[in-house]
T-cell receptor, first 116, second 116 residues
Framework: ELKVEQNPLFLSMQEGKNYTIYCNYS?????LYWYRQDPGKSLESLFV?????AVKQEGRLMASLDTKARLSTLHITAAVHDLSATYFC????????????????FGEGTQLTVNP | DTEVTQTPKHLVMGMTNKKSLKCEQH?????MYWYKQKAKKPPELMFV???????INESVPSRFSPECPNSSLLNLHLHALQPEDSALYLC???????????????FGPGTRLTVL
């Protein structure tokens, strides 16, 4: 059974600081996704990471994937209040025999609060 | 149109009621998903439809009955629910694995369900 662990689960940081969220997973996968969720809202796709060594950047967020270590990171640079949200990583399993839909297993989420 | 829509936004129902949740996408995706999300928890996969056929059922109780009338629509029929079924129900869509390089799932805004 695929297990996805995120840490930290809660992160309170000051504006202007840098920090990294970690996502470890237990079985081989070559596809990992990062999502953002604001309170009471749906999930917004941030990054799709498809191969070992993939690095994607959007604004103050940068995501990377190391499939050998089964580790993805989401790095926040010079945080601003607008980044406050819950961030989920999700790992896609290869389809099981007889199925073609993609099965995502989500980490527990990291609740990020950026304080002025 | 790059949106997944869901109706209703909120639903309150008694344990003896029958109701339905609806989801629609116009992105040409051929896979659609239902997730359940409890407060402060990650989404949990319930069902996957791929090419309008049920591909994955994550051992969901029979009081939840999915239906995919066509490639754009996904319904979730509810009957004899329990208070513990109260949650945010999210619909998502993507291309099936093998049809596109990216199988990124796009989520709708969700239906907040309360069972009394």
């Amino acid at each position: 059974e695929l297990k996805v662990e995120q840490n930290p689960l809660f992160l309170s940081m000051q504006e202007g600081k840098n920090y990294t969220i970690y996502c470890n997973y237990s079985t081989t996968s070559d596809r990992l996704y990062w999502y953002r969720q604001d309170p009471g809202k749906s999930l917004e796709s941030l990054f799709v990471l498809l191969s070992n060594g993939a690095v994607k950047q959007e604004g103050r967020l940068m995501a990377s994937l190391d499939t050998k270590a089964r580790l993805s990171t989401l790095h926040i640079t010079a945080a601003v209040h607008d980044l406050s949200a819950t961030y989920f990583c999700a790992v896609e399993e290869a389809p099981r025999a007889g199925t073609s839909g993609s099965r995502l297993t989500f980490g527990e989420g990291t609740q990020l609060t950026v304080n002025p | 149109d790059t949106e997944v829509t869901q109706t209703p936004k909120h639903l309150v129902m008694g344990m003896t009621n029958k109701k339905s949740l609806k989801c629609e996408q116009h992105m040409g995706h051929r896979a659609m998903y239902w997730y359940k999300q409890k407060a402060k928890k990650p989404p949990e996969l319930m069902f996957v439809y791929s090419y309008e056929k049920l591909s994955i059922n994550e051992s969901v109780p029979s009081r939840f009955s999915p239906e995919c009338p066509n490639s754009s629509l996904l319904n979730l029929h509810l009957h004899a629910l329990q208070p513990e079924d109260s949650a945010l129900y999210l619909c998502a869509s993507s291309q099936p694995r093998g049809l596109a390089v990216y199988n990124e799932q796009f989520f709708g805004p969700g239906t907040r369900l309360t069972v009394l």
